[in-house]
């Protein structure tokens, strides 16, 4: 059987899409080409359905969330907050999985950080 090798892109809808981009590539320092190739680092991608009514994502219309992995979650949230971005003053730590954190970007998406362990 054939199967899928990984993630493979995540495309949002914008208003401003050049403004969403440049957004992504100044506070969270997504290294995309002109168009869009990021070669991210290796570690583990979790893929998890939710139930139809969470508040995961943030709001009922938000459909899907992506979860960026990052070095240092306190570092990571300290550079958005300087930068003006909405970040979520909570974080969440789960044994054995890491620590959570979560910013909305410019056109509403909710975002969530881990610092896995």
Do not use: K
Not at 28 to 41: I, K, M, N
Not at 69 to 89: H, P, W, Y
């Amino acid at each position: 059987m054939e199967r899928v090798l990984g993630v493979g892109g995540y495309f949002l809808r914008a208003a401003d899409p050049a403004a969403l981009a440049a957004w992504y590539r100044e506070c969270l320092g997504l290294d995309v080409d002109q168009h869009g190739l990021w070669s991210q680092e290796a570690g583990p991608t979790v893929f998890a359905t939710f139930e139809a009514d969470t508040d995961y994502f943030g709001a009922r219309t938000q459909q899907t969330m992506v979860n960026f992995r990052v070095r240092d979650l306190d570092a990571m949230l300290a550079q958005l907050r300087a930068a003006g971005a909405a970040a979520d003053t909570e974080t969440q730590d789960l044994d054995g999985v890491g620590r959570f954190g979560w910013v909305t970007d410019p056109e509403g998406n909710r975002i969530e950080l881990w610092q896995p362990s």
